[in-house]
């Protein structure tokens, strides 16, 4: 069994910066991409980062040079490094897993419980 584990919600103001951690935990043969999805209150789920294989990345518009992605392969580990934060960053910050193996068996998509981003203005 697989389980995502994110830390480093909170609150904070606007134009500070928080760094998100989540990590995989199980006998994790290897995962294909990691990242970040979060959910605003009334609104849908949306993409905010992923990093696959080859450390390709790829950002939502609204945080392009605010949000950095980063992962360690080795303790299966994503980041989300939060600069400049703005008051519509304020959402449930979900970690994600792709094509997680586990021996023989294959998770397509694993999801985290979620952290709590609130940015005050």
């Known amino acids: 069994q697989v389980q995502l584990v994110e830390s480093g919600g909170g609150l904070v103001q606007a134009g500070e910066s928080l760094r998100l951690s989540c990590t995989a935990s199980?006998?994790?043969?290897?995962?294909?991409?990691m990242g970040w999805y979060r959910q605003a209150p009334g609104a849908q789920r949306e993409l905010v980062a992923m990093?696959?294989?080859?450390?390709?990345?790829n950002y939502a518009d609204s945080v392009k040079g605010r949000f950095t992605i980063s992962r360690d392969k080795a303790k299966n580990t994503v980041y989300l490094q939060m600069n400049s934060l703005k008051p519509e960053d304020t959402a449930v910050y979900y970690c994600?897993?792709?094509?997680?193996?586990?021996?023989?068996?294959?998770?397509?998509?694993?999801r985290g419980q979620g952290t709590l981003v609130t940015v005050s203005s």
């Open positions: 994600n897993a792709v094509n997680v193996r586990v021996g023989q068996v294959r998770y397509p998509e694993v």
């Open positions: 199980g006998s994790i043969f290897s995962i294909s991409a």
């Open positions: 990093i696959g294989s080859s450390d390709n990345t």
